[in-house]
C-alpha cells in the first residue's frame, strides 16, 4: 500500500487505529483515490493541496460503520486535534478549512469555498464504488462538475472494482 506523499506517519497513524477492515468501501483505497482526486482538483485550480491532502486521510478516519454514520465528520475533526504538531503540521488558517470540510463532508452543500469544496468535491467524485454516478448538482468546482473529469473519477473507482463489472456500460 502506498503511504501519503507528505504525510506518511500520519497515515500510519491513522491506519492503525482505523475501526473497520482495510477493504473497507470506506477504507484506505478510498482515502488513496480521494487523495489523487483532491491533487486533479490543485492543479485545476486554486484550492489547497495540503488541506486535499490531509482531508483525504481524515475524513472517514473515525467511521464505525459502512452505512449511515453522521458522527464520523465531527468525531475525525475532533481526533485530528490533538495530532496536530505530531504526525502534521499546516497554518491555522488551513487547519480551520481542514477541520470544517472534515467535520461537515457528509451533509455539506456544494460552497463558493475553492479548498472546502475540492475537499467535498474529491470524495463525491469516488461515489462510483458503491454503484453511484457523481452528481454535479452535489459538486462545488466548475472543474468537478465537467464531464471529464467525472468519467475519469468513475474510471479510478472502477479500476479496484471486479474487472466483469462495467458499469460505464450500463
Ligand atoms: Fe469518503
Redesign the pocket.
Same mark, same amino acid.
Request: without cysteine; negative net charge.
Given at each position: 500500500m502506498q503511504l501519503s506523499l507528505h504525510f506518511p506517519e500520519l497515515h500510519r497513524f491513522i491506519l492503525e487505529q482505523f475501526e473497520l477492515p482495510l477493504d473497507s468501501l =470506506?477504507g484506505p483505497s =478510498?482515502?488513496a483515490r480521494?487523495g489523487r482526486i483532491g491533487k486533479r482538483l490543485a492543479r485545476h485550480s486554486t484550492a489547497d493541496p495540503v488541506v486535499l491532502e490531509l482531508f483525504s486521510l481524515f =475524513? &472517514?478516519s473515525r467511521r464505525k460503520n459502512d452505512d449511515w454514520d453522521l458522527e464520523h465528520g465531527p468525531e475525525a475533526a475532533r481526533f485530528m486535534v490533538k495530532l496536530r504538531g505530531v504526525y502534521f503540521d499546516c497554518t491555522d488558517l488551513q487547519f480551520e478549512q481542514l477541520q470544517y470540510a472534515v467535520q461537515h463532508?457528509t451533509t455539506g452543500k456544494p460552497t463558493d469555498h475553492i479548498t472546502i469544496g475540492a475537499c467535498w468535491d474529491s &470524495?463525491r467524485l &469516488?461515489l462510483m464504488r458503491v454503484g453511484i454516478r457523481p452528481d454535479p448538482a452535489y459538486l462545488s468546482l466548475e472543474h468537478s462538475r465537467e464531464e471529464t473529469t467525472i468519467l475519469w473519477a468513475i474510471q479510478q473507482s472502477l479500476e479496484e472494482m471486479d474487472p466483469d463489472l462495467n458499469l460505464l456500460d450500463s
Open positions: =470506506h =478510498h482515502w480521494v =475524513h &472517514d463532508h &470524495d &469516488d
